[in-house]
């Protein structure tokens, strides 16, 4: 029986998903070095088909939430998996911190652990990146904030395709004290690079004057930048970018204002694009940063927000948006709504959800073993 | 050399001595003897020493039924499921054989049914099957298994 060339093995283990890949690693010293190599590491990354749903689920009748984290598989046909309940790192029993997932990323996802959410003023803030396919984790270091009446923390987590790192931003705000919002005033940009492991200052800080109060939507990555809708209380909405090789801003107008102050907006990624959720109507902007290519993509028949495509991409993956959080499938064509089968909804629990794409064996290296 | 295509007959064989005659049109699936036809090296018959005539006869027998224009969708499908269904010998010769061919749909198939095969396996399964030896020593071995102990189960 002959031994199989390097090169066929190479190509049968990129097809593998991860756990498997981690126990093939003891089969000799060969298949080791290939399994760890970072050009496989990132081919496999690139390759692999994996998709899951992350979420997180919490009783927000408590004043201290638990949370539960659930992984649940589609990457067959999107058919769902069972949900199989996760540990972040720092999840703890009795902990009663709140933590939220701040962005996945080719299998990467990063948490940021608050402070207990009435404590104004607790700039206890931990971040964490975690692979939970691999159950590894790296801790980010503990970044103080730096004036104290900088209360919130808006992060956000991504891919620097240039230099081939993985970046969390954070921007430290001052509450605006006559709003929940995220109405921010002085502020402090600081990027986290995982090669450098360490945070710094952003020079090019965010293109908005001191006392100019304005609010920040979820954010949206794509392209190596990260996106946000602003209001601002002086002018009409506009799209914020940030790009994370060249660690910029930059602002776009946005042609059409149909926010109605009671409309529920945001700003998301599907299939590639930007997309602007504005109550029922979905806005696609077709061409990647011109600012006339907006245009109205579908009408739906809720409220809700979007969180993948199907593999055949026919129809979306969705969210409703009320107090029972049913999952479903819209199919584009025929306009018809289908409730997700397997029911996602683990309890009556509130519940947000990210789609994590592609199983990878980042931190595999390096990374902490979780408990 | 006007003579059409179809009409061509390209000569193969075997490692074991076994002659197979196909159409080049069948022949040219392979990226490897269709480098051939096209350099001109294909007028007398090409001899494959790493390829067995077992193997040899279902690599030509895929790529015939791939130019077969009568052959349905779906009657195609029914056909390479049943092809993969081979023990692991000859799994892996045809894996050889589609590789040196280079025989693009076949080695694709054929890479993910041995994938397929193996992602249960444990380590040691993983070494009979390939012949591999194990140059770890048993400290080594173990502390890679404490590491990612999860995935053993």
């Given at each position: 029986m002959s031994i199989l060339a390097e090169e066929l093995i190479t190509q049968i283990l990129i097809l593998l998903p991860v756990k498997p890949l981690l126990r093939f690693q003891c089969v000799s010293k060969s298949w080791l070095a290939l399994i760890t190599d970072p050009y496989f590491i990132k081919i496999h990354a690139e390759t692999n088909t994996q998709r899951s749903l992350v979420v997180e689920s919490c009783d927000w009748k408590d004043d201290h939430p638990p949370q539960d984290y659930y992984l649940v598989d589609f990457s067959n046909g999107d058919r769902f998996g069972k949900p199989v309940k996760i540990f972040p790192p720092f999840f703890r029993p009795g902990n009663l911190s709140h933590t939220s997932v701040i962005g996945c990323c080719n299998g990467l996802i990063c948490i940021q652990k608050h402070g207990c959410l009435d404590c104004i003023g607790d700039s206890d803030y931990e971040f964490v990146i975690w692979n939970p396919l691999i159950k590894k984790h790296k801790k980010l270091p503990f970044e103080p904030v730096d004036d104290t009446h900088k209360l919130r923390l808006h992060a956000t987590f991504g891919y620097d395709p240039v230099n081939d790192d993985y970046k969390v931003?954070?921007?430290?705000?001052?509450?605006?004290?006559?709003?929940?919002?995220?109405?921010?005033?002085?502020?402090?940009?600081?990027?986290?690079?995982?090669?450098?492991?360490?945070?710094?200052?952003?020079?090019?800080?965010?293109?908005?004057?001191?006392?100019?109060?304005?609010?920040?939507?979820?954010?949206?990555?794509?392209?190596?930048?990260?996106?946000?809708?602003?209001?601002?209380?002086?002018?009409?909405?506009?799209?914020?970018?940030?790009?994370?090789?060249?660690?910029?801003?930059?602002?776009?107008?946005?042609?059409?204002?149909?926010?109605?102050?009671?409309?529920?907006?945001?700003?998301?990624?599907?299939?590639?694009?930007?997309?602007?959720?504005?109550?029922?109507?979905?806005?696609?902007?077709?061409?990647?940063?011109?600012?006339?290519?907006?245009?109205?993509?579908?009408?739906?028949?809720?409220?809700?927000?979007?969180?993948?495509?199907?593999?055949?991409?026919?129809?979306?993956?969705?969210?409703?948006?009320?107090?029972?959080?049913?999952?479903?499938?819209?199919?584009?064509?025929?306009?018809?709504?289908?409730?997700?089968?397997?029911?996602?909804?683990?309890?009556?629990?509130?519940?947000?959800?990210?789609?994590?794409?592609?199983?990878?064996?980042?931190?595999?290296?390096?990374?902490?073993?979780?408990? | 050399m006007s003579s059409s295509k179809s009409n061509k007959i390209v000569k193969l064989e075997s490692s074991d001595n076994k002659t197979f005659e196909v159409e080049e049109a069948v022949a040219v699936q392979s990226e490897t003897l269709k480098n051939m036809v096209d350099d001109g090296c294909a007028n007398d018959t090409i001899p494959l020493p790493n390829v067995n005539g077992k193997i040899l006869e279902m690599v030509l027998g895929w790529c015939k039924k791939h130019v077969d224009e009568t052959v349905t969708g779906d009657e195609l499908n029914k056909y390479e499921a049943d092809f993969l269904d081979l023990d692991q010998a000859d799994l892996y010769g045809l894996l050889m054989a589609a590789n040196f061919l280079n025989v693009k749909g076949l080695l694709d198939r054929v890479l993910q049914r041995v994938a397929d095969m193996i992602k249960g396996k444990k380590p040691e399964e993983i070494r009979r099957i390939f012949n591999i030896k194990n140059d770890f020593t048993p400290e080594e071995e173990e502390e890679i298994r404490l590491e990612n102990a999860w995935a053993f189960d």
């Open positions: 931003l954070r921007i430290e705000c001052g509450q605006f004290l006559n709003s929940d919002d995220w109405a921010l005033e002085a502020v402090e940009v600081k990027v986290y690079s995982l090669k450098a492991h360490s945070w710094r200052r952003v020079e090019d800080q965010l293109p908005y004057k001191e006392e100019e109060s304005f609010i920040l939507s979820e954010s949206a990555f794509l392209n190596g930048a990260f996106h946000w809708l602003v209001e601002r209380e002086s002018g009409p909405w506009t799209l914020l970018a940030f790009d994370l090789p060249t660690e910029k801003f930059g602002v776009q107008t946005i042609p059409f204002q149909p926010f109605d102050v009671n409309l529920k907006v945001s700003l998301e990624v599907l299939g590639g694009s930007l997309c602007i959720f504005a109550g029922t109507d979905v806005w696609i902007m077709k061409e990647y940063g011109v600012a006339n290519s907006w245009s109205r993509l579908w009408t739906l028949p809720m409220t809700s927000c979007s969180l993948v495509f199907s593999e055949d991409g026919e129809k979306v993956l969705m969210k409703k948006d009320s107090l029972k959080k049913k999952f479903f499938w819209y199919d584009i064509k025929k306009k018809t709504l289908m409730i997700v089968e397997n029911d996602l909804s683990i309890s009556n629990k509130h519940q947000t959800a990210t789609c994590l794409e592609g199983g990878s064996l980042l931190l595999l290296l390096d990374g902490d073993s979780d408990n | -």
